[in-house]
């Protein structure tokens, strides 16, 4: 080798410092490597926590959401169950200022009736009449504030079946992403993610080591073939 032209005149200063540069920046590339190579390390681990706190936090909402849903099927439930309880309701008050009516219009022909009882121009049964009128005055109304009141309901258990049927579709929601959540579709995103940073720091470390051992190999051939006597 000590006859070949890397050996003579001023190219071996040259080559010396380049043989230098090499082993230099071999070394220097090989500490990055081992460095990314921690910090991969590093990297999994801090994601296989992130994981398992993801897994917990995920199966914890997921019991929420069961347990919401259950209430709302139930407020559902109890909810058009009730729609039946105000029609009966609705029905029984409409009923009721029906009769009053009635009542009423009896008692107003009973009072005429006893009032019109007359025995040589006295009227005997006018007191009866009187209380039969009094009675008559006092269901005055008392129909029409029925009536309103089956309406009211009436128009309450319309509202009352909405929501009904407003809960039992959030219950079917809830239900159905408690379901989603307990596929382990989380956890199985997070493994991706995982593996593409894996898959990065890895090529980054090769990006890293490969030119770095090719360097620091070409730099030590090349300091031994400028050595003296090799």
Do not use: K
């Not at 909402?61 to 109890?78: F, M, N, P, Q, W």
């Not at 309880?85 to 200022?97: F, L, M, S, Y």
């Not at 039969?132 to 009436?154: F, K, N, P, W, Y």
């Amino acid at each position: 080798m000590s006859g070949s032209p890397v050996a003579h005149g001023g190219l071996r200063p040259g080559l010396r410092r380049l043989s230098g540069g090499l082993i230099a920046y071999g070394l220097i590339g090989l500490v990055l490597a081992v460095i990314a190579l921690g910090a991969l390390v590093w990297a999994n681990s801090r994601l296989e926590a992130v994981q398992a706190r993801a897994s917990a936090s995920v199966d914890e909402i997921a019991t929420a959401l069961e347990r919401t849903s259950v209430a709302l099927e139930d407020a559902s439930t109890t909810a058009g169950s009730f729609t039946g309880t105000i029609d009966r309701t609705v029905e029984g008050v409409t009923a009721a200022a029906d009769t009053i009516t009635s009542v009423r219009s009896r008692l107003e022909a009973l009072e005429g009736a006893l009032r019109a009882v007359s025995i040589l121009g006295a009227t005997p049964l006018g007191s009866a009449a009187d209380a039969v009128g009094g009675i008559a005055t006092s269901l005055e109304g008392l129909d029409t504030r029925l009536t309103a009141i089956a309406d009211s309901l009436q128009g309450n258990r319309a509202a009352l079946a909405a929501n009904a049927t407003s809960l039992a579709r959030v219950a079917d929601s809830t239900s159905a992403m408690a379901a989603r959540l307990r596929s382990g579709v989380v956890e199985d995103s997070l493994g991706d993610v995982q593996a593409v940073m894996t898959v990065l720091c890895f090529l980054l470390t090769a990006w890293t080591a490969v030119p770095a051992v090719g360097a620091l190999i070409v730099g030590v051939w090349l300091r031994r073939e400028l050595t003296p006597g090799v």
